[in-house]
T-cell receptor, first 110, second 117 residues
Framework: QKEVEQNSGPLSVPEGAIASLNCTYS??????FFWYRQYSGKSPELIMS????GDKEDGRFTAQLNKASQYVSLLIRDSQPSDSATYLC??????????FGDGTTLTVKP | DAGVTQSPTHLIKTRGQQVTLRCSPK?????VSWYQQALGQGPQFIFQ???????QRGNFPDRFSGHQFPNYSSELNVNALLLGDSALYLC????????????????FGPGTRLTVL
């Protein structure tokens, strides 16, 4: 079992729809959770961080964390073609080292 | 505010050669981590440097080594290159005045694309 698993893609949604990206992790002592967006040929860009159970909203993005279920998700509302990218889930159990999933590729169709 | 910078952008080497990649952290950051990202996979942690010392290391052979300088910049060295070392090498920095768990937020540089022939 991989330490961080993401729902296998690719994921395709129409423009304006809600995209839902999911991630599970195995290390129960994990404290910090991140979502990165990576465009093709580019480096990962941090878009959301979440540290406590519940929802965290930032513009069209909402991160959800459930530590009991070892589950973190990212919702993108009103999806735009510019949101088409690979989304990486990252988990920190201790300071510094991030463990990444293999990403979910999202395509938003106009 | 200068972000994380890396050099070179691209590099082509042959098997058995050695390579050095360079990274300057985001202004105000003092901790640098290196990651290897193969095509279609997530970044894999190589090691982390803080106060000029290697603090954590991932599951990489000792052909991979690094260094951090007093100005917090860092180098990644890979010896005896193998075809399988072809990947995007990413540097990430964190630290500075961020408090609490926000201290763990890492910001990536543009990466160095290494091709081993």
């Amino acid at each position: 079992q991989k330490e961080v698993e993401q729902n296998s893609g690719p994921l395709s949604v129409p423009e304006g729809a809600i995209a839902s990206l999911n991630c599970t992790y195995s290390d129960r002592v994990s404290q910090s959770f991140f979502w990165y967006r990576q465009y093709s040929g580019k480096s990962p860009e941090l878009i959301m961080s979440i540290y406590s159970n519940g929802d965290k909203e930032d513009g069209r993005f909402t991160a959800q964390l459930n530590k009991a279920s070892q589950y973190v998700s990212l919702l993108i509302r009103d999806s735009q073609p510019s949101d088409s990218a690979t989304y990486l889930c990252a988990v920190n159990a201790n300071a510094g080292k991030s463990t990444f999933g293999d990403g979910t590729t999202l395509t938003v169709k106009p | 505010d200068a972000g994380v910078t890396q050099s070179p952008t691209h590099l082509i080497k042959t098997r058995g050669q050695q390579v050095t990649l360079r990274c300057s952290p985001k202004s105000g950051h003092d901790t640098v981590s290196w990651y290897q990202q193969a095509l279609g996979q997530g970044p894999q942690f190589i090691f982390q440097y803080y106060e000029e010392e290697e603090r954590q290391r991932g599951n990489f052979p000792d052909r991979f080594s690094g260094h951090q300088f007093p100005n917090y910049s860092s180098e990644l060295n890979v010896n005896a290159l193998l075809l399988g070392d072809s990947a995007l090498y990413l540097c990430a920095s964190r630290g500075g005045l961020a408090g609490g768990l926000s201290y763990n937020e890492q910001f990536f540089g543009p990466g160095t694309r290494l091709t081993v022939l």
